[in-house]
């Protein structure tokens, strides 16, 4: 079945150091999603890629949406303490109900 | 605070008993969506509401679990018979359009001991 998968599992920064965690679906997206979930929350929308390429930024957090619409990224410059959590990408499920497949998302320690 | 209210936040229940829980998604959302979170794990989608029609059943949800959405308003998940991998938080989502910002509940937390 469809799947979404994302590297690595768990990473530990100094706060000012850069992170990244990388997203790989089995199939091309028609869009793909971020949410980052804090420690005892639920997880919160970030941001929504939907072209080919597409490099969108906010603030310290850069995501980009592979060529091929199969891979996506997020990048955080310098991270500070806020920025402790799971970021999770997700696609569309190929139901086409708006069902979202989630990755098992990438957790973030940062220490001060 | 996303504007979704899920109750009760936390259930503690012993193996065998049933358990329902409830989703008030923000007025607007006419799709409701329901998912399971275990430790460490993303959120796995269960079933899904379009106003009261429920039109898709993840192979998750057994023939124990039976959600509703009576009048295309607030939702509920039963589950019966419960067991200890029923162990999970339990999120229900709204979303005004297919493909756009999901917005999440702070989750129902399920213990089965």
């Known amino acids: 079945g469809q799947q979404v998968m994302q590297i690595p599992q768990y990473q530990h920064v100094q706060e000012g150091e850069d992170f990244t965690t990388y997203c790989n679906s089995s199939?091309?997206?028609?869009?793909i999603q971020w949410y980052k979930q804090r420690p005892g929350g639920h997880p919160v929308f970030l941001i929504q890629?939907?072209?080919?390429?597409e490099v969108k930024k906010q603030k310290r957090l850069t995501f980009q949406f592979g060529e091929a619409k199969k891979n996506s990224s997020l990048h955080i410059t310098a991270t500070q303490t806020t920025d402790v959590g799971t970021y999770f990408c997700?696609?569309?499920?190929?139901?086409?109900?708006?069902?979202?497949?989630f990755g098992q998302g990438t957790t973030l320690q940062v220490k001060p | 605070d996303t504007g979704v209210s899920q109750n009760p936040r936390h259930k503690i229940t012993k193996r065998g008993q049933n358990v329902t829980f409830r989703c008030d998604p923000i007025?607007?959302?006419?799709?409701l969506y329901w998912y399971r979170q275990t430790l460490g794990q993303g959120p796995e989608f269960l079933t899904y509401?379009?106003?009261?029609?429920?039109?898709?059943k993840s192979r998750l949800l057994s023939d124990r679990f039976s959600a509703e959405r009576p009048k295309g308003s607030f939702s509920t998940l039963e589950i019966q018979r419960t067991e200890q991998g029923d162990s999970a938080m339990y999120l229900c989502?709204?979303?005004?359009?297919?493909?756009?910002?999901?917005?999440f509940g702070q989750g129902t937390r399920l213990t089965v001991v």
């Open positions: 997700a696609g569309p499920g190929s139901s086409n109900t708006g069902k979202l497949i």
């Open positions: 199939t091309t997206l028609s869009n």
């Open positions: 890629l939907v072209k080919s390429g």
């Open positions: 007025s607007e959302h006419n799709r």
């Open positions: 509401f379009q106003n009261e029609a429920q039109l898709e």
């Open positions: 989502a709204g979303t005004r359009e297919m493909n756009t910002e999901a917005f």
